[in-house]
């Protein structure tokens, strides 16, 4: 809180700064059903540095207690604080604040990061699945104006982003089979890049564009990154067009928001 008192021997106003500690009440009466209410309290102490980063934080009796709520609004509270990663439990010893995730830091991030025609191996990613689609509505919107239409389809590879083992992301990306026919069945069998691009030149990327946004996780993404649905990840959608002028591919980027660093880099001359 700010005060400011003019004193009389000073034409300046004096400003004197006293802290006070901000505390969130629960409302019964609120439309908002209680267990939301004490997860915002949970946080809010988080944030103040009441409840600091590894520290245990009381237990559910002792919340029961304090806030005269009942035991199973307790629960549901801290078991969705645990599963978006805010609070984990250690067996034994009680509920504690998470420690400050380690973060993934992708420099001079654009739109070719992560782009399988624009490495030159990919040795480091580990693919969950590699197979032919076939075109769709939505999939024909993404490459629209490419030649696309009337193709028999796409190759659909997707693979994990993880830090130690841990996985914190995952990715896709959407190859017309009609400038690579071959592409999938190469890379399941080993082929170097430098192999599966010969003579493709004129099909690989040298544009592209890239959105970033925030949004809900799907089921799918929220068992894979665990989180809870609906919790917030951060999404990158990038579309690289070739040097004939093709839509080439179509890379989808999922991330724990809590989880990575974007660096973007740009100069002027």
């Given amino acids: 809180m700010l005060r400011c008192k003019d004193r009389q021997t000073s034409r300046l106003p004096v400003f004197i700064f006293e802290r006070t500690a901000c505390v969130m009440k629960l409302d019964k009466r609120s439309n908002i059903p209680l267990y ?20 245990q934080i009381p237990s559910e009796l002792n919340l029961c207690d304090e806030l005269a709520l009942s ?6 509270a801290i078991a969705e604080l645990v599963a978006e990663g805010t609070l984990v439990i250690q067996k034994g010893k009680g509920t504690f604040v998470s420690a400050e995730p380690e973060r993934l830091e992708i420099r001079q991030f654009s ?59 995952v990715g896709r990306s959407l190859i017309p089979v009609s400038l690579f ?35 809900a996780a799907t089921q799918e993404e929220a068992l894979a990154l665990d989180i809870s649905r609906r919790s917030p990840v951060l999404c990158a959608t990038s579309r690289l067009t070739s040097r004939s002028g093709h839509v080439c591919e179509w890379i989808e980027l999922i991330w724990r928001p809590d989880s990575v660093t974007l660096g973007l880099e740009a100069g002027r001359t």
């Fill in 36 to 55: 939301a209410q004490l997860k915002d309290l949970v946080l809010e102490r988080i944030a103040s540095g009441q409840y600091p980063a590894g520290q």
């Fill in 111 to 169: 739109p070719f990061s992560y782009s399988l025609l624009a490495a030159r191996s990919l040795s480091d990613y580990a693919f969950q699945s590699i197979e032919q689609i076939p075109a769709d509505e939505a999939s024909l919107r993404l490459f629209e104006g490419s030649s696309a239409s009337g193709s028999p389809g796409f190759w659909s590879l997707t693979w994990p982003i993880l830090i130690h083992g841990q996985e914190i992301g």
């Fill in 71 to 76: 035991r199973p609004t307790v629960r549901q």
């Fill in 181 to 215: 026919p071959d592409f999938g069945d190469q890379v399941q069998n080993g082929k170097s890049m430098i192999d599966i691009l010969a003579n493709k030149y004129a099909y690989l990327p040298s544009k592209g564009s890239c959105q970033l946004a925030v949004r």
